[in-house]
């Protein structure tokens, strides 16, 4: 019984591939439209998906607590003395100034991030020397030292040299030498990093001494975050105090909201596709009439042509979704997402040269699924019903 | 929050499936109105062929209440990286009191999907379709639980509020003292895994006899064991089984099972324990209509299947179970 | 009796503005190994005859037993299981799927069957070495000509090896050969003891030695002349 229904069902999926066959046009052009469909969202998550796991590990290397001084709702720079201040509070690991901001070269027009801080005080685990390719961090009392990124390096085209100057405020010229280059493995961090010491940064931006622009706080415990922070926004009001978790949701609330968003979007082009799905599948031509009814008297029921149907869905958003995905995943790791590009360009962390590497876990091809062959199917259920409830006898007479 | 990709489709599969849920229930009171066995007329005609569309909607409603089943769990769990304190699924659908009763009712759905398709199956069987009141009746049931379930989620994803301090499993489900957010306080292991193997041999036992000699009231006790055994099995399943698979002794999570980081273990789990509890149950259902015209035969056949089904569902289920714990007590915890 | 009917009328959109009343009152009784030809003008409900007998719908009141089972009050889904067992089916105009293969256009009734598709594969060859067209089975249906096309059109009636065999109009689009070439395989057929129910108005048909009885239908009744 249950062999001779298995049996049966492989028959109805070998008719059904053969009767997709012979509308090739047709099946094609469904087939093609709905991979397209599917492409779009799948890239759209994909993206979505790679940059938030890239957000992930950029997050993994900032401090547990950052503090910034906070004037008239803007940050300033904020005095090395608050230190001393955070020193009675119990849990806190290490206190590390850093000086961090960004540099906008206006002969080559691009943006450096760069990082004054002193790398022997940082705790093991956020250590960035793990992350040099060559070369060694600079020391406090070095002048002029550097470590830079793979792409800044190629920006100021130090290839042959490693020496290099940049303007101060003021318009005048300060010389740095190049100690150490990161590795391309943590391109999302370090791809436009320019590491030197304090004071190195100090002089580049004219920050007066004593100054800082944040302050990095290590916990030794990550589950007393929440009560460290808010013991120390109690001790130095006026600072914002921002913790990594808090930084982490948010990250992921924008990045569902975006995606979200585009998904939306997206959903238009999918109500369109259902559309054009109930149409094609509605129109029942009188070949197809007739043989629905052929099959029928020769002993077809009305589940069996139901079936014929369901498996012709299944096989066409099968393909579909091999198609589309397969085209969705070349389409972000070889071409960037470059059709997402104006959309995406507004995401200050996408860099121009960054490479993607989404991850499908089976829960992602499962959402995508559900964006697209749920619907599919739903749309093609009630005409494939009409189809099979073709009365027999209109094979007979006439 | 449902600009969110896995809320919109939660929200857009349930919109799919509520609007087939409408057709098939459009169908069920036309049947219930004008349903005239052995009549010749165009509407009956029309009705007979009906009968496959909601057949047809109630399997393709079946095939989507797994797959937002699934989603729904897989949602949360996506859920928890933005509601702050959360971990795991299990304190994303604790953020809000809609976020169990939706997950529950979902699953309740599977099974009132399983036993209408069990009937229809039936029922098409007797050329006499003694079953189409009883079916369609059912089917009109079909509808609240629908709006329900969609009304349940829309509340879940309304309530998700990125900011709110929620759980997680490892408070929910650990043995600690504090608080009384503690769903699984007061079992301790030894005596849940007394009774989870006693179940398991009563079952087999109660199944085997019922295969040697069929009793009605039996079968009802079988039907009525699984159900106790289905819920036992996701108290052991969440406090015991868990743990062991997770090699941590306080993360005790039914869903982070689903996880690939755990090899998908929890489908494997779910998957044996969800149709082993189905057709243990099912063989009493089916029993209820045993005395229709022209089933008796049908039913008792399908009775042995379900029996049989359930009872190789149960050893498969079992052995899954005690894998991790077994590997645990062998290797003594070092692999 | 193979065939028994007995005061079966046909009436179609009862109760409506448009009802016809196709059949009235007819009784009829076809034995096992027998041929029989259901004459009659368009119609006159010989085609709605011809359905009833093979299972397509039941009839609207009376009693239809083919092959000892009762038809009346019969759901759609048991006519067409009762069908397959036990009905062959020649259409009019042979009614093949055109871009289907000769051999997949014969092997149609089996896949609801769940018959593997070797065993479907061995009972069509079987066959189509007997009507001589094993050369065509892999050519498209449409593109055969008209006597290979009456062959397979038979060889798809025999392939459940079912005992009754019913013909609706099948020589009016065949020249004269092709239709002395019919009978002639329904007159094997009939040696073989297979029951044969033939719909036509075509004396060639009517008037073959191998037919048993001609009933002549005329405004939905039997013509008793």
């Known amino acids: 019984m249950a062999q001779t229904n298995l049996e049966k069902q492989l028959n109805i999926l070998d008719y059904a591939l053969s009767s997709l066959w012979r509308r090739r046009m047709k099946s094609l052009s469904v087939l093609l439209v709905f991979a397209s469909v599917i492409f779009l969202l799948a890239s759209f998550q994909m993206v979505t998906q790679a940059l938030s796991d890239k957000a992930k590990q950029v997050l993994a290397y900032t401090p547990e607590i950052t503090l910034q001084k906070m004037s008239a709702g803007r940050q300033e720079a904020i005095p090395l003395a608050y230190k001393d201040k955070l020193a009675g509070i119990f849990g806190i690991r290490r206190v590390v100034p850093r000086i961090w901001g960004y540099y906008f070269d206006e002969v080559l027009l691009a943006n450096y991030t760069v990082m004054g801080m002193n790398v022997d005080e940082m705790p093991e685990s956020a250590r960035l020397d793990t992350a040099l390719a060559s070369g060694r961090m600079p020391t406090p009392d070095e002048q002029g030292r550097v470590v830079i990124g793979h792409s800044v390096k190629k920006a100021l085209d130090l290839e042959g040299r490693n020496t290099f100057s940049f303007f101060r405020p003021n318009l005048s010229l300060k010389a740095f030498t190049v100690s150490g280059e990161f590795s391309q493995g943590t391109d999302i961090l370090t791809n436009d990093l320019i590491i030197m010491n304090l004071a190195d940064a100090r002089d580049l931006y004219a920050i007066p001494a004593g100054m800082v622009t944040d302050l990095c706080v290590y916990v030794a415990n990550p589950k007393e975050i929440d009560t460290i922070a808010r013991k120390i926004s109690e001790a130095l009001p006026g600072v914002r105090v921002l913790t990594r978790p808090q930084i982490q949701k948010t990250y992921q609330v924008v990045f569902g909201w975006r995606s979200g968003f585009g998904s939306i979007c997206l959903l238009t082009a999918l109500a369109a596709f259902v559309i054009l799905a109930w149409d094609k599948a509605s129109g029942l031509s009188p070949e197809e009439r007739r043989e629905i009814a052929i099959l029928k008297v020769l002993g077809w029921e009305t589940s069996d042509i139901l079936a014929v149907r369901f498996w012709e869905s299944v096989i066409v958003s099968g393909l579909a979704c091999v198609v589309g995905m397969t085209a969705a995943y070349i389409h972000v790791v070889y071409f960037a997402a470059s059709l997402f590009r104006p959309v995406l360009m507004g995401w200050s962390v996408l860099r121009p040269d960054l490479h993607l590497l989404p991850r499908m876990a089976a829960g992602d091809i499962l959402l995508i699924l559900a964006f697209t062959v749920i619907p599919y199917l739903a749309a093609t259920v009630i005409p494939a019903w009409r189809s099979a409830t073709v009365p027999a006898d209109s094979a007979l007479g006439g | ?335 | 009796m193979l065939i028994e009917l007995s005061g079966v009328s046909k009436i179609y959109n009862q109760g409506r503005a448009n009802e016809v009343r196709a059949l009235t009152d007819i009784d009829l009784g076809v034995e096992q190994g027998s041929m029989v030809c259901l004459k009659g003008p368009s119609g006159s409900g010989k085609s709605t005859l011809l359905a009833i007998i093979g299972c397509i719908f039941p009839p609207t009141s009376g009693k239809a037993a083919i092959a000892d089972r009762q038809l009346a009050r019969l759901p759609d889904r048991f006519l067409t299981l009762h069908r397959r067992e036990t009905i062959g089916f020649i259409f009019q105009r042979f009614n093949v799927l055109p871009e289907l293969t000769v051999l997949d256009n014969i092997t149609l009734p089996l896949l609801p069957l769940g018959v593997p598709p070797k065993e479907r594969k061995l009972r069509a060859q079987e066959l189509l070495k007997r009507f001589g067209i094993s050369h065509r089975a892999q050519f498209p249906a449409g593109q055969i000509s008209g006597g290979e096309l009456q062959r397979v059109a038979i060889a798809r009636a025999l392939i459940n090896n079912q005992p009754i065999i019913l013909a609706d109009e099948p020589t009016a689009h065949l020249d004269t050969t092709l239709s002395r070439e019919f009978m002639e395989i329904m007159q094997q057929l009939k040696a073989a003891g297979k029951t044969i129910i033939i719909a036509s108005h075509d004396p060639l048909v009517f008037e073959h030695p191998a037919i048993d009885r001609t009933v002549t239908v005329k405004d939905g009744r039997i013509h008793v002349p």
């Open chain 2, 1 to 335: 929050m449902f600009l969110n990709p896995w809320s919109l489709a939660l929200s857009l599969c349930s919109l799919v499936v509520l609007v087939l849920g409408a057709v098939a229930g459009k169908t069920a009171v036309r049947v219930l109105r004008f349903w005239e066995p052995g009549s010749d007329s165009n509407r009956q005609i029309r009705l007979e062929n009906e009968i496959w569309l909601s057949s047809t909607l109630v399997a393709y409603g079946l095939g989507f209440q797994i797959i937002t089943l699934i989603l729904f769990v897989l949602a949360a769990d996506q859920f928890c990286q933005v509601i702050v304190g959360a971990m795991c699924a299990t304190g994303a659908l604790l953020a809000n009191p809609y976020g169990m009763p939706a997950l529950l009712v979902k699953l309740f759905g599977v099974f009132f999907y399983g036993f209408w398709i069990l009937l229809h199956q039936l029922d098409i069987r007797s050329e006499h379709y003694p079953l189409v009141r009883i079916k369609y009746l059912a089917l009109l049931l079909l509808l609240p639980m629908l709006v329900l379930d969609v009304t349940l989620q829309t509340l879940y994803i309304a309530g998700i509020k990125p900011d709110i301090i929620t759980s997680c499993c490892a408070v929910v489900f650990s043995d600690s003292t504090g608080g009384g957010t503690n769903l699984m306080i007061g079992y301790s292991q030894q005596s849940l895994l007394i009774a989870f193997i006693g179940s398991i041999v009563g079952l087999a036992a109660v199944g085997w006899g019922l295969l040697r000699r069929w009793r009605p009231w039996l079968a009802g006790f079988y039907a009525a064991g699984w159900f106790w055994f289905f819920g036992l099995s996701l108290v052991v399943i969440t406090t015991v089984i868990s743990s062991y698979v997770y090699a941590m002794p306080y993360h005790k999570c039914p869903f982070c099972i689903l996880k690939p980081e755990y090899h998908y273990f929890g489908f494997a789990l779910y998957g044996a324990l969800i149709p082993a509890a189905f057709f243990g149950a099912s063989a009493a259902v089916a029993g209820l209509v045993r005395g229709k015209v022209g089933l008796t035969e049908v039913v008792d056949g399908y009775q042995r299947l379900a029996v049989k089904l359930s009872l190789a569902l149960l050893v498969f289920f079992s052995g899954l179970s005690f894998y991790h714990y077994l590997k645990y007590l062998i290797s003594g915890g070092e692999g």
